[in-house]
Antibody, heavy 117, light 107 residues
Framework: QLQLQESGPGLVKPSETLSLTCTVS??????????WGWIRQPPGKGLEWIGN???????YYNPSLKSRVTISVDTSKNQFSLKLSSVTAADTAVYYC?????????WGQGTLVTVSS | EIVLTQSPDFQSVTPKEKVTITCRAS??????LHWYQQRPDQSPKLLIK???QSISGVPSRFSGSGSGTDFTLTINSLEAEDAAAYYC?????????FGGGTKVEIK
């Protein structure tokens, strides 16, 4: 059974860079049929797609965040990562990693990241 | 960007009632519309894919319909465990987008 697990600091200071890692188990991140994505959800609000990455390193970002987002992949560790720079309180959210074939079918449990000094 | 507009935002329903949630896309997306259920403090769970295709393990009381710009999620005979937020999601074009969500409360 495929599992995804987010990890990283739960508290980030304003103007700093948020960094999260998603570890995939029970399957290979090098699957030719899937992308791997990040989605976030501010407290009490809806879902926002951040971006996707393919095992080869090809990336697709939400234009609303593109200037601040970097998604990378480490196939040797079966992990992919998110970096979001220059964070503000508006970036406080639960961050999910997920697998995407034609749609998001497997999701991590999510990790709350709070931006505060 | 394709905007997905869900209605209603909130619905309070008694058990065994029928629930209908709609999702309207700002432009035609064919059948590239999927529905997710998110229970409190859980990650989203796929309920229906490609507008009307069922997902293994999802109760048969959940069904979807529609194509183009107008889509519907129907829950027949609501059960207490269905208390959740429901989101539509389009995979037709980038950027990927989600509807604003519909919260279903059990009376």
């Amino acid at each position: 059974q495929l599992q995804l697990q987010e990890s990283g600091p739960g508290l980030v200071k304003p103007s700093e860079t948020l960094s999260l890692t998603c570890t995939v188990s029970g399957g290979s991140i090098s699957s030719s049929s899937h992308y791997w994505g990040w989605i976030r959800q501010p407290p009490g609000k809806g879902l926002e797609w951040i971006g996707n990455i393919y095992y080869s390193g090809s990336t697709y970002y939400n234009p609303s965040l593109k200037s601040r987002v970097t998604i990378s992949v480490d196939t040797s560790k079966n992990q992919f990562s998110l970096k979001l720079s220059s964070v503000t309180a508006a970036d406080t959210a639960v961050y999910y990693c997920a697998r995407r074939g034609q749609l998001f079918d497997y999701w991590g449990q999510g990790t709350l990241v709070t931006v505060s000094s | 960007e394709i905007v997905l507009t869900q209605s209603p935002d909130f619905q309070s329903v008694t058990p065994k009632e029928k629930v209908t949630i709609t999702c309207r896309a700002s432009q035609s997306i064919g059948s590239s519309l999927h529905w997710y259920q998110q229970r409190p403090d859980q990650s989203p769970k796929l309920l229906i894919k490609f507008a009307s295709q069922s997902i293994s393990g999802v109760p048969s009381r959940f069904s979807g319909s529609g194509s183009g710009t107008d889509f519907t999620l129907t829950i027949n005979s609501l059960e207490a465990e269905d208390a959740a937020a429901y989101y539509c999601h389009q995979s037709s074009s980038l950027p990927l987008t989600f509807g604003g969500g519909t919260k279903v409360e059990i009376k």
